[in-house]
């Protein structure tokens, strides 16, 4: 049974003796986005047959077997164990939870997570922490989350997003004759972003969030549409929570599973707005053809406009020219003949004022049509300026919806989890790349809080490719610290990892100015594109980029002592299709790559080879520190098949410290670890600091240790080093002989004193 998570006054994760612990492993999986049956991955077309069931609200469809099989559990399991990780994130959206209705819970559903985590929790070594996970909202406007039937309890209709542009689909660049990209227009890379700033996702999270201040008369069943979705959400997951502490309490007591996340990537729609007659300039994604909000709500109603085009490139989004859309008189809205069909099925009952057929913008009377047709814009500012109950106006920003109507929602979460649990981490997780909320000493921050976010470097995300000669600043330019995008670009490949390194620093330590010094700071998620370099690696088996990309984020977060969740292990990885999400291909591991067999390590990681065979690490009975581990040690095998990027993810870090961090730095290509801590003066000789020491690139041959104090043992079978040091500045240093790399002679092991009061402990 994993020990239980503590957390310390200074804001680290930590055991009950006060030793900081680490935790490091993967989201798991991203097929959780799409159901499993009927199988609706975005790479699908949806011509008549697809339709039927993926805009049908009563056509039945399972999430069952995502995120993994039961029967493979624990083989992809093991394999992420290989890696030395200890955590994985488990993503769950809303949709595989409620998907039948609101108030219609899929049981089964839930049952098959309890027996995921059971398998998981009798394999030992693994915490979870669960996260509702959403992007764009749902996959209806472009992404993955909410149900189908939230949309249409907006009063939308995802049939025609197509036509309206309110949303842009993976599935509407597929031929539906052959189920391949047309080459005539192809899916964009890293397009589906942009569906954030289109009509149905900027609605939905506006009325999630803002409803009661934005959309007041947007009531159904007697209560305003924000406090039914967020009621039916958090209820969703709190009957989740219930399940499991109902069929697998063992989950709960036995520390697997360790907390729940508040909720994936939040974004506040059109809240803040303060023109909707221009696109924002601090709208640093434009991808595509990019309405002004005015234009989105024009289309919605199936008039046409002309709307800017944008690409993407290394100096920021450049408009390339302009794009005429005409839906023809299709509406992004029902119909009162579906409405009244819709309602029916799900007991809807709506207010008076809320009129079908009919943008809810328009009757919140923030734009109208004239009687000769032509659309007026009547309040432009009208989402960043707000008239209350009281008839006060506040203006409205992004740190006002960070610090108010994310704050709403989150004290909902907060209040209905701590009902049933006070032991669990919450993860409050604000908007990607935000201000956190100022909630220091405030009591949304318990003992028990963790501040989750996320982290992806813009341009590699992009443009999927690492640029050695050039990057930017991205957490800079989220910030607005600079004037021109120029002034963050940061030159040379050395610059670049020292770049990121600094960016999650100042994330860090801004946590701790606006949320408390004792809440812990953990990437949820943190990751890299495998398809880098238009696919190049898939046609000549070299992840080079991949590597130095990867290797730059590591050597950021292990400077930093910081727990994440890598995005992502995806089981059902492919090369033609990535993720099965919009192209999305950032699998750690991949079924098309277990063909090359098991990668093994060489001198330098732009020479690294393939072999049909898993390493096999022999161990002999030796001498010294570490003879006692080693003596009943059997041929361990550790199974890196279908792994990329194999010398990046797997490293040594500490897994415990018996006292404080200071630094840390892995050189895989030189294959030296460097870990700088202060001791405890707790006094505690019997709890050592541990270092997860994998064998793949140091397999116990040639390997020297230098420390400044203390002993050492090893237990292989875990691949864990036991260091026994002093109190105070403390620096251990683990090399190895190169040119023995592939010594195949007895494994020895001998210690020395050196004069300098270097303690070593050298494996010949």
Same mark, same amino acid.
């Given at each position: 049974?994993?020990?239980?998570?503590?957390?310390?006054?200074?804001?680290?994760?930590?055991?009950?003796?006060?030793?900081?612990?680490?935790?490091?492993?993967?989201?798991?999986?991203?097929?959780?986005?799409?159901?499993?049956?009927?199988?609706?991955?975005?790479?699908?077309?949806?011509?008549?047959?697809?339709?039927?069931?993926?805009?049908?609200?009563?056509?039945?469809?399972?999430?069952?077997?995502?995120?993994?099989?039961?029967?493979?559990?624990?083989?992809?399991?093991?394999?992420?164990?290989?890696?030395?990780?200890n955590t994985i994130r488990l993503p769950i959206?809303?949709? $595989?939870?409620?998907?039948?209705?609101?108030?219609?819970?899929?049981?089964?559903?839930?049952?098959?997570?309890? !027996?995921?985590?059971?398998?998981?929790?009798?394999?030992?070594?693994?915490?979870?922490?669960?996260?509702?996970?959403?992007?764009?909202?749902?996959?209806?406007?472009?992404?993955?989350?909410?149900?189908?039937?939230? #949309?249409?309890?907006?009063?939308?209709?995802? *049939?025609?997003?197509?036509?309206?542009?309110?949303?842009?689909?993976?599935?509407?660049?597929?031929?539906?004759?052959?189920?391949?990209?047309?080459?005539?227009?192809?899916?964009?890379?890293?397009?589906?972003?942009?569906?954030?700033?289109?009509?149905?996702?900027?609605?939905?999270?506006?009325?999630?969030?803002?409803?009661?201040?934005?959309?007041?008369?947007?009531?159904?069943?007697?209560?305003?549409?924000?406090?039914?979705?967020?009621?039916?959400?958090?209820?969703? +997951?709190?009957?989740?929570?219930?399940?499991?502490?109902?069929?697998?309490?063992?989950?709960? $007591?036995?520390?697997?599973?360790?907390?729940?996340?508040?909720?994936?990537? =939040?974004?506040?729609?059109?809240?803040?707005?303060?023109?909707?007659?221009?696109?924002?300039? !601090?709208?640093?994604?434009?991808?595509?053809?990019?309405?002004?909000?005015?234009?989105?709500?024009?289309?919605?109603?199936?008039?046409?406009?002309?709307?800017?085009?944008?690409?993407?490139?290394?100096?920021?989004?450049?408009?390339?020219?302009?794009?005429?859309?005409?839906?023809?008189?299709?509406?992004?809205?029902?119909?009162?003949?579906?409405?009244?069909?819709?309602?029916?099925?799900?007991?809807?009952?709506?207010? $008076?004022?809320?009129?079908?057929?009919?943008?809810?913008?328009?009757?919140? *009377?923030?734009?109208?049509?004239?009687?000769?047709?032509?659309?007026i814009l009547l309040k432009p500012n009208y989402?960043?300026?707000?008239?209350?109950?009281?008839?006060?106006?506040?203006?409205?920003?992004?740190?006002?919806?960070?610090?108010?109507? +994310?704050?709403?929602?989150?004290?909902? +979460?907060?209040?209905?989890?701590?009902?049933?649990?006070?032991?669990?981490?919450?993860?409050?997780? =604000?908007?990607?790349?935000?201000?956190? =909320?100022?909630?220091i000493n405030s009591d949304l921050v318990d003992?028990?809080?963790?501040?989750?976010?996320?982290?992806?470097?813009?341009?590699?995300?992009?443009?999927?490719?690492?640029?050695?000669?050039?990057?930017?600043?991205?957490?800079?330019?989220?910030?607005?610290?600079?004037?021109?995008?120029?002034? $963050?670009?940061?030159?040379?490949?050395?610059?670049?990892?020292?770049?990121?390194?600094?960016?999650?620093?100042?994330?860090?330590?801004?946590?701790?100015?606006?949320?408390?010094?004792?809440?812990?700071?953990?990437?949820?998620?943190?990751?890299?594109?495998?398809?880098?370099?238009?696919?190049?690696?898939?046609?000549?088996?070299?992840?080079?980029?991949?590597?130095?990309?990867?290797?730059?984020?590591?050597?950021?977060?292990?400077?930093?002592?910081?727990?994440?969740?890598?995005?992502?292990?995806?089981?059902?990885?492919?090369? !033609?299709?990535?993720?099965?999400?919009?192209?999305?291909?950032?699998?750690?591991?991949?079924?098309?790559?277990?063909?090359?067999?098991?990668?093994?390590?060489?001198?330098?990681?732009?020479?690294?080879?393939?072999?049909?065979?898993?390493?096999?690490?022999?161990?002999?009975?030796?001498?010294?520190?570490?003879?006692?581990?080693?003596?009943?040690?059997?041929?361990?095998?550790?199974?890196?098949?279908?792994?990329?990027?194999?010398?990046?993810?797997?490293?040594?870090?500490?897994?415990?410290?018996?006292?404080? &961090?200071?630094?840390?730095?892995?050189?895989? !290509?030189?294959?030296?670890?460097? #870990?700088?801590?202060?001791?405890?003066?707790?006094?505690?000789?019997?709890?050592?600091?541990?270092? &997860?020491?994998?064998?793949?690139?140091?397999?116990?041959?040639?390997?020297?240790?230098?420390?400044?104090?203390?002993?050492?043992?090893?237990?292989?079978?875990?691949?864990?080093?036991?260091?026994?040091?002093?109190?105070?500045?403390?620096?251990?240093?683990?090399?190895?002989?190169?040119?023995?790399?592939?010594?195949?002679?007895?494994?020895?092991?001998?210690?020395?004193?050196?004069?300098?009061?270097?303690?070593?402990?050298?494996?010949?």
């Open positions: 049974m994993p020990e239980k998570i503590y957390i310390s006054s200074t804001g680290e994760f930590c055991d009950t003796h006060g030793n900081i612990i680490q935790l490091r492993g993967v989201n798991l999986d991203p097929s959780v986005k799409i159901p499993s049956s009927p199988f609706q991955a975005t790479h699908l077309p949806i011509n008549n047959e697809f339709s039927t069931s993926f805009y049908n609200p009563t056509k039945p469809l399972s999430f069952i077997n995502h995120p993994l099989p039961l029967n493979n559990v624990e083989d992809h399991i093991n394999r992420i164990k290989s890696l030395g990780y959206p809303w949709e $595989a939870i409620e998907h039948e209705g609101p108030g219609i819970y899929d049981y089964k559903y839930m049952d098959y997570i309890i !027996d995921l985590l059971k398998i998981i929790n009798n394999l030992g070594g693994i915490y979870v922490y669960i996260d509702p996970h959403q992007d764009v909202w749902s996959r209806f406007c472009g992404g993955s989350g909410a149900p189908l039937w939230t #949309l249409y309890c907006a009063g939308l209709n995802p *049939k025609h997003f197509k036509s309206t542009e309110a949303a842009i689909l993976h599935n509407h660049y597929i031929d539906s004759r052959d189920g391949k990209e047309r080459n005539d227009k192809k899916y964009p890379k890293m397009l589906w972003p942009s569906n954030y700033t289109k009509l149905a996702c900027q609605t939905m999270f506006t009325l999630f969030f803002a409803g009661k201040t934005l959309a007041p008369k947007c009531i159904i069943n007697g209560m305003n549409i924000q406090d039914y979705l967020q009621g039916k959400f958090v209820d969703a +997951f709190m009957e989740l929570y219930d399940r499991i502490s109902l069929k697998g309490d063992e989950l709960l $007591a036995n520390n697997c599973i360790i907390g729940f996340e508040s909720i994936n990537e =939040p974004n506040p729609g059109f809240i803040g707005e303060k023109n909707l007659n221009i696109i924002p300039k !601090d709208r640093y994604f434009k991808m595509g053809s990019t309405p002004t909000g005015f234009q989105s709500l024009i289309l919605g109603e199936g008039m046409a406009t002309i709307v800017d085009v944008y690409n993407l490139t290394l100096l920021g989004p450049q408009k390339k020219g302009t794009k005429k859309i005409d839906p023809k008189g299709v509406k992004a809205w029902l119909s009162q003949i579906d409405r009244t069909l819709i309602d029916k099925k799900f007991n809807w009952v709506r207010g $008076a004022e809320w009129v079908p057929s009919r943008c809810i913008w328009r009757i919140h *009377k923030v734009w109208d049509i004239l009687p000769n047709g032509m659309p989402f960043s300026n707000a008239t209350m109950e009281n008839n006060n106006t506040i203006e409205m920003d992004e740190t006002y919806f960070i610090n108010n109507q +994310f704050l709403e929602y989150y004290r909902l +979460f907060h209040s209905e989890m701590r009902k049933r649990n006070k032991e669990l981490l919450l993860f409050l997780q =604000p908007p990607v790349l935000k201000q956190p =909320p100022k909630i003992s028990r809080t963790v501040y989750a976010c996320h982290f992806y470097d813009g341009m590699s995300l992009m443009f999927k490719t690492w640029n050695r000669r050039y990057n930017a600043d991205t957490f800079g330019i989220m910030r607005h610290k600079y004037m021109s995008p120029i002034l $963050a670009l940061v030159f040379g490949e050395s610059n670049i990892r020292k770049s990121i390194r600094r960016q999650l620093k100042e994330m860090k330590d801004e946590s701790k100015k606006f949320l408390g010094p004792s809440v812990p700071v953990f990437l949820t998620e943190i990751g890299m594109p495998f398809d880098m370099d238009n696919r190049k690696a898939y046609k000549d088996g070299c992840y080079t980029t991949q590597t130095a990309a990867l290797d730059a984020l590591q050597f950021a977060l292990e400077g930093n002592n910081l727990s994440y969740s890598i995005w992502c292990y995806c089981h059902q990885n492919s090369h !033609d299709w990535g993720d099965n999400w919009n192209n999305e291909d950032f699998s750690i591991w991949s079924n098309d790559d277990l063909h090359r067999g098991c990668v093994k390590a060489t001198s330098e990681y732009h020479q690294t080879h393939f072999t049909n065979e898993c390493i096999m690490i022999p161990i002999s009975p030796g001498t010294g520190d570490i003879h006692q581990c080693l003596q009943d040690a059997k041929e361990l095998k550790f199974d890196y098949n279908g792994f990329r990027a194999i010398d990046a993810i797997l490293r040594p870090y500490p897994l415990k410290i018996n006292g404080e &961090f200071v630094d840390a730095e892995f050189n895989f !290509d030189n294959k030296t670890y460097v #870990l700088k801590i202060i001791g405890s003066d707790k006094k505690i000789t019997s709890k050592p600091s541990k270092i &997860f020491l994998p064998h793949y690139h140091f397999p116990l041959r040639d390997v020297t240790i230098h420390s400044s104090s203390g002993k050492f043992s090893f237990d292989p079978k875990h691949q864990i080093l036991k260091w026994y040091h002093d109190q105070g500045q403390q620096k251990l240093e683990i090399s190895m002989d190169k040119s023995k790399f592939n010594n195949n002679e007895e494994t020895k092991i001998s210690t020395s004193i050196r004069n300098d009061n270097i303690v070593g402990c050298t494996i010949t």
